[in-house]
């Protein structure tokens, strides 16, 4: 077993402790990780406020540089630039995963934090740390040209809106919706329109008109305002709906227009669904998360194409529980990077 340290969870409050971590020995095929940035999902703040007793270190998108590697390891040396995203090993076998999809996998993908490592049962604790060990096949090269800060939110932001964006066609000719313009949100309009999609932004005030066109946004809805929803009605092909709270999905399914998709992204749980916001239409419901990998690292290789990498704001790793309390009050553009090297 080695050491590195970390930021663990202490009750359902924001402020976290510094802490001493164990990371396993590396097998044949692991590499071990300096994690130097880690971006804060939502996720991370629902996942604290969740938390009980055991140990919970979030994090689960970060960028960092190999620094030693398993016998087995042939894609990787001591060196190279790697990200990480929110899953870190799959069964390999099932047909999800023999299909790429491993972020579908019949035994349930191995998160990063959260999780339970498949091999040795050990809880995986996540990127809010210096050092991660993590299977080969699920690091990924990180793109020269890329800055490794703004990659970060890639791993676990980017991934989740760019599979239901490709899954959905989204590209020249069709019409792209994104419901609230957050990490996941601001990431979704630029490969909507870097994909070529029309795209229009739906935010809960006029607020951030100004900044959706800045990302490359052709419109702008304001969700609270019901005549503009009303005007907005049967106009999108696919809506992605990234808010972070339970909510009434029939003026978003509203949206959509015949044979289209509202895809749930921001919050995994029950819903209550209207059929008739269906069935006028023909409409689709669906979700999505996380990204197997092929499609992961297809993301990586076309934001290297574009120059396409998220809006941060980097923070010592020491400043995590400010960033988490902005984050919660909605204050920040867009996505919080923590700087891990303040652990040194
Ligand atoms: N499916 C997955 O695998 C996956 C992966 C990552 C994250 N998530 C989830 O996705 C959600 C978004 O994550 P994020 O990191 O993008 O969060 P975020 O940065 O906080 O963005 C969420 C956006 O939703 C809108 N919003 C916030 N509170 C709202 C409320 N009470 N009612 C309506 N709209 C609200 C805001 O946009 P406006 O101000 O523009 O309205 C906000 O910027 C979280 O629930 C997270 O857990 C899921
Ligand atoms: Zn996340
Ligand atoms: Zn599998």
Redesign the pocket.
Known sequence: MRTTTGWRAQGPGTTLRRTSLPRRDLRRDDLAVRVDHCGV???D??AIRAHGDGLLVPGHEFTGVVTETGPDVTGFRPGDRVAVG?IVDSCGECAPCAAGQENFCREFPTLTYGGTDRHDGTPTLGGYSREYVVRDRFAYRLPAGLDPAATAPLM??GI?VWEPLRALGAGPGTRVAV???????HLAVKFAVALGAETT?????A??AAEAARLGAHDFVV?ADDGELAAARDRFDVVLD????P?DLGPYLKLVAMDGTLSQ????GPVTVETLDLLIGRKKLS????GGRRETAGMLGFCATHGLTADVEVLPSARVGEALDR?DR?D?R??FVLDLSDLD
């Open positions: 999902c939502h996720t703040l629902h929110n676990c932001a989740t419901c609230g313009l957050g990490g996941l949100g932004v739906v935010s809960r005030s607020d951030r969700s990234t808010v972070p709270v909510h992204l921001g919050h995994l979700s999505a998360g996380s984050l909605n920040v867009y996505r």
